[in-house]
């Protein structure tokens, strides 16, 4: 037993070292200023987001970027509160905002409400360049403009932008700010590596005609969730060049956190239960490296009750573990221009086995409630 606690050490220290190489070779993006060019049809869906979409609305009324060159199209899916009216009444403020904007309703055809109403968004985009976020997010006064001057820089069909969570410091909330935060070390370290399978749907963009070309969502529509990793494999299939991440400041999206741990812990499941559709086997290696090293954690103190001397291996991996974490989220806060305490670390370092192990067990039947909506698991 001492031997599998060192070799899942060892292998968990590789793997997390080689995504921090790839998230370092990964240059910070510095745009200078250039002539606008690219047009954007920025997409929302939402559902029931009366409390969260002012926010949104506002950062978007304060974009630098040329009203005449995007366009707002938000996407209500069935919503039950006053989303719809309130998002009614700031559009029509053109003092305020001055791009053009829609507010449709979702055309459901599949078993995914987001992919519908991204699919409905776009059958009635004017523009070249699809860009799209939550409805609980915030956008950065230069956001467009940053990922404009990228797109102009580079070939590109498919860019993933940057995502931070905000946190007011309570234990629910501080979990899901380092959890995001080593999500996107993931993220920008696949994609430093050549080799993406981690995106987020609140801060990414596509070319329509890409989407098109590889068939839209076609083939994954049965699945909830993964709006964002399934286009990015088909995109990154079909144009494996072009396929890219902006790192950059600028270019940062922040989105709420949930507020209570059983929304925590549906949001996980929702997002683990997509996992195993995935055909990148860099996702799915590193998902079973994570889990069976959570899973240790966890088990470890029981099984060297059993035979004291399996202690050693045990401490190997439990300190393998936090320091490539530590060192992990210490670099990626960095670019973040975030700073948490050690002793928040060591806490979430106790909390994330027990919530990872749960929510790999919970995943496995596939069901969880989102947006007031019961998702039951797929059998083909």
């Known amino acids: 037993m001492i031997l599998v606690f060192i070799c899942i050490g060892l292998i968990y ?34 559902r029931n987001e009366e409390k969260t979409l002012p926010k949104l609305v506002r950062t978007f ?19 039950e509160d006053a989303s719809v009216s309130m998002l009614e009444v700031m559009l029509q403020d053109r003092s305020r905002q001055r791009a053009p904007s829609l507010i449709l309703s979702n055309e459901r055809h599949s078993r995914s409400p987001k992919k519908d109403a991204i699919t409905t968004a776009i059958s009635e985009a004017k523009h070249e360049w699809i860009i799209t976020t939550d409805s ?45 935060l080593s999500l996107q ?46 286009l990015l494999e088909k995109i ?16 940062i999206v922040t989105t709420q956190p949930e507020t209570t ?15 195993a559709h995935q055909k990148s086997m860099e996702s799915k290696a590193l998902g079973i490296i994570v889990f069976l090293t959570n899973l240790l954690m966890l088990a470890g103190p029981v099984l060297c009750l059993f035979n004291s001397a399996w202690w050693p291996g045990y401490i ?30 060591l806490l979430n370092a106790l909390l994330y086995p027990m919530v990872t192990v749960t929510v790999v067990f919970g995943s496995i039947t596939g069901s969880y409630t989102w947006k007031g909506r019961l998702h039951k698991k797929h059998v083909n």
């Open 261 to 275: 741990w059983s929304a925590v812990m549906a949001q996980r499941i929702r997002w683990a239960s997509k996992t």
């Open 13 to 46: 220290l590789i793997s997390l070292g080689l995504l921090l190489i790839g998230n370092l070779q990964l240059g910070v993006f510095s745009s200078e200023a250039v002539t606008p060019l690219t047009r954007f049809s920025i997409i929302v869906p939402f």
């Open 136 to 180: 609980d997010c915030s956008v950065p006064k230069g956001w467009l403009d940053t990922f404009d001057a990228f797109i102009q820089q580079n070939e590109a069909r498919l860019v993933a932008g940057p995502v931070r969570y905000e946190t007011n410091g309570t234990m629910v909330q501080n979990y899901q700010y380092l959890d995001a």
């Open 316 to 345: 190997f991996l439990l300190s393998t573990k936090l320091v490539i974490d530590y060192v992990v989220l210490i670099r990626t806060e960095r670019f973040f221009g975030q700073q948490t305490s050690a002793g928040r670390f």
């Open 61 to 79: 009324q304060q974009l630098s970027y040329p009203p005449d060159l995007y366009q707002l199209i938000f996407v209500d899916d069935a919503s």
């Open 185 to 230: 070390a993931v993220a920008m370290g696949s994609f430093g590596l050549g080799h993406p399978f981690l995106c987020n749907g609140a801060n990414l963009a596509y070319h329509r005609k890409a989407f098109e070309s590889v068939g839209g969502f076609e083939g994954n529509d049965h699945i909830a969730s993964g709006d964002d990793l399934f």
């Open 236 to 251: 990154q299939q079909a144009f494996p060049k072009e396929v890219h991440f902006l790192k950059s400041p600028e270019a």
